[in-house]
C-alpha cells in the first residue's frame, strides 16, 4: 500500500495503473474490489495504510513512518491463511468482464 505505484493487469492487458490511494477511490476498481475481498477490517487497515504513504509523499501527513510500520504489523498478523484466487472471465456479448473467486 505504501508503493509509488500499482500496475493493475488482467489476461496480460493493463487495467489500472496509479497510487494505491488514488486506484481506491475507483469504488468499481479492480483493484478497490481485490481490497475489499480482504474483508472489512482488513480492507480499512489497507486504505489507511495508502492514505497515509499519499499524504507522506505529498508532506500532507500528520503520520510518520512508524505509524505504517505498525499498520503494517497488524496487517501482517491479520492475513488470512488461506489464500483467494481471482479469476477474470469476459462476457463478449455485453462487454463486462466477470471474477471469480476461489478460496485456495
Known sequence: ?????VLVLDAGRVIEFDEPHLLLQKENGLFASMVKM????MANNLREM???AYDNRRNESPYNKL????LRHN?????PKRGILIESI?????Q???Y?????
Open 100 to 104: 471469480v473467486t476461489t478460496e485456495l
Open 50 to 52: 495508502a492514505q497515509i
Open 38 to 41: 480482504t474483508g472489512k477490517g
Open 75 to 79: 496487517f501482517v498478523k491479520e492475513t
Open 96 to 98: 463486462e468482464d466477470y
Open 67 to 70: 505509524q505504517i510500520e505498525d
Open 90 to 94: 469476459e462476457n463478449n456479448d455485453e
Open 1 to 5: 500500500m505504501d508503493a509509488d505505484r
